[in-house]
Each structure stands twice: as structure tokens, then as C-alpha cells.
């Protein structure tokens, strides 16, 4: 069985036409299916077009509602929660996304893919976002050795079983193709159609593109080092503090063999910072590493 997710907040005009497009394909091509619409706390009419749907009574569109906005991915996770089926399609309810596009995702399923992730072709997007895009694109390739062209595209496939190991909370669906990548499973890409948003405003300001590339990071972080702090803060602090070390201990050379008085030295002062700061963030990673072992020690 196939569910698809559609997290929406505030977009009346799209919801009817998008139901009635899947509705129409998925019949087309024999699928069991159903349609999860999670409704963000939408403050429109977005809710009542579904709830007269018929297809609602026929249990094909399911409705679930959060009290107010949460976020595209705590309603990705509620929509999940819901979700019989054992294949999962993520899209946006903007009409972006084209309908058409979901056989190609499902057909690389069947090839033996476990997830598949949309690469948006077609889009409109400003100078600036797309030199932005570069950069973060080429970030996540060489650091976190991303296999991922458009990591950020909403529109994705997979199969249950990737869920295994991941929770979703906050903002981290966007890092959700990598943590699946990174948990072995076989991932691919394809192209797919990107429309111009007709009805209703994007949710997002210009700074998404900035915003999604730090919360990139911030799981990167917590999926690399959460078992590990030492580990991250110990690399960051060791390299302040023996960096500071070394410049110390070439000016305690010149002082004792040249020397070279240490008042009218700038330098030692930076060393000193440095030494300290290092210390500080060495001894953040064993705080860190503290509360790994106490809550573990808690749980078990
Ligand atoms: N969305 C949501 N909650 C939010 C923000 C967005 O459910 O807090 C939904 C939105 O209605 C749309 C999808 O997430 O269905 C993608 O949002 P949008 O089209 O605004 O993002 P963009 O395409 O501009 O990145
Ligand atoms: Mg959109």
C-alpha cells in the first residue's frame, strides 16, 4: 500500500485540485493508496474543501489536524504516525510538485531502491539562492558526503523500513534523505517537474536556503556526535589550544635564549586566549560526554 503525506498550512486553493490530480492517477494506475493531508494549523477554509470531500468518507483522504502551525516537519511526522502503508511519498500540497511524477519515484522503488529523492528541474529560482544552492550543494558533498543533488526537495519515495533509526523532531526532515544514505540503505535520485507556486504564498523567507543549511548541520552534528561529544569538541578545542600552545612556547624560547622581553609582545596575549578558550571547549565535550553516559546509564 502506498500513503502519501501532504504536510499544508494555509493553502485552500491548491488542496482540491491536488486531491482530485492523485486521485486521478493513482486510480490510473491501479494503486492501493490512501492521501494523509496534515493540516498545520491552517487559519483559511483549507480544512472544510476536505472535510466535504466523498473521498474523505471513502477512507482515501485522511485528515489530521494540528491545533496550531508546527512546521512542515513535526507534520511530516504526524503524517507518518497515521501512515498504513509500506511505501511513503512525501510532497508539498502547493501544486509545485507534479502528480505525474509519482510512478517514476515508485518505479525506482521497484528496481530495489529504498529511497528515492526528487532533483527539481525548471526552477525559477533568484541569482543569488541559486550561487547559494551551489555552494551548500558542494558543502555536503565534500564534508558530508552527500549523494544528493537537491537534498532540499520536498518530494521524495521511500520505503517504510528507512524510518528505523531516525526521529523526526523540529527541523531535521531536512537531513533525512543523508541519515538514510548514512544508515546503509540504497538511495538514488531523479528529475522532477517543479512548477511556479500559482495560488497561495511560500512559507518560507528567502533565508530557508540559509536556515535549512544550518539545520543540515545541527543534525549532522547531533547524528555523527551525539554518542561522542568529546570526539567534535576535543577536535575544536585541541586545535585552539595547541595552536596557542605553540605560539607560548615559541615566545618562552625567545624570551629565555634571545632574550626577547614579553611586555611589548601582542601576540602572547592571542596565545593565552587561545589556551583558555581551547580548555574551555575540550572540557564542554567531557560535559558532553556526561550526560551521554547518564542518560544512557538511565535508560538501561
Ligand atoms: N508547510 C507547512 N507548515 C509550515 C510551512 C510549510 O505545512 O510551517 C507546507 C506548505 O503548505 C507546503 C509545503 O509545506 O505544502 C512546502 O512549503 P512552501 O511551498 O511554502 O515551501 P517552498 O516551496 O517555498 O520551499
Ligand atoms: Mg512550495
Redesign the pocket.
Known amino acids: 500500500m502506498l500513503s502519501i503525506i ?6 485552500e486553493e491548491n488542496i482540491p485540485v491536488l486531491t482530485d490530480r492523485l486521485i486521478d492517477i493513482c486510480s490510473k494506475h491501479n494503486f492501493e493508496f490512501e492521501i494523509i493531508l ?1 493540516d ?1 494549523g491552517s487559519t483559511d477554509n483549507s480544512k472544510s474543501g476536505i472535510q466535504n470531500s466523498k473521498f474523505q468518507s471513502h477512507k482515501i483522504l485522511k485528515l489530521i489536524s494540528h491545533k496550531k ?1 508546527l ?2 516537519g513535526q ?1 511530516l511526522f504526524s503524517g507518518l504516525q497515521e501512515a498504513k502503508g509500506d511505501t511513503i511519498v512525501f510532497m ?3 501544486l ?1 510538485d507534479d502528480s505525474h511524477d509519482i510512478p517514476k519515484l515508485l518505479e525506482k522503488l521497484d528496481q530495489g531502491y529504498d529511497f528515492v529523492n526528487g532533483i527539481r528541474v525548471g526552477r525559477k529560482d533568484s541569482f543569488l539562492i541559486k550561487i547559494y544552492s551551489l555552494f551548500a550543494k558542494l558543502f555536503l558533498k565534500v564534508f558530508l558526503h552527500s549523494p544528493y543533488t537537491d537534498i532540499n526537495c ?1 518530494f521524495k519515495a521511500f520505503k517504510r523500513k528507512v524510518l528505523n533509526n531516525f526521529t523526526f523532531y523540529g527541523n531535521n526532515f531536512r537531513f533525512f534523505p543523508l541519515a538514510v544514505y548514512y544508515n546503509g540503505y540504497k538511495v538514488t535520485e531523479i528529475p522532477v517537474q517543479n512548477q511556479q ?1 500559482i495560488h497561495g504564498k ?3 523567507g528567502v533565508n ?1 536556503v540559509f536556515i535549512g543549511f544550518l539545520d543540515t548541520l545541527t543534525a549532522y552534528f547531533l547524528y555523527k556526535f551525539s554518542e561522542r561529544p568529546l570526539h567534535f569538541f576535543g577536535m575544536i578545542g585541541g586545535a585552539f589550544f595547541s595552536t596557542g600552545f605553540f605560539i607560548a612556547l615559541y615566545l618562552s624560547y625567545e624570551r629565555i635564549f634571545y632574550n626577547k622581553l614579553l611586555f611589548n609582545r601582542p601576540v602572547l596575549l592571542f596565545a593565552m586566549v587561545l589556551i583558555l578558550v581551547g580548555i574551555q571547549v575540550i572540557l564542554t565535550g567531557f560535559i558532553g560526554e556526561l550526560i551521554v553516559y547518564i542518560s544512557k546509564k538511565n535508560s538501561s
Open positions: 501532504i504536510p499544508f498550512h494555509n493553502e496534515v498545520d502551525r512546521g512542515k507534520a508539498d500540497a502547493d509545485q520536498g507556486r511560500s512559507k518560507f530557508k
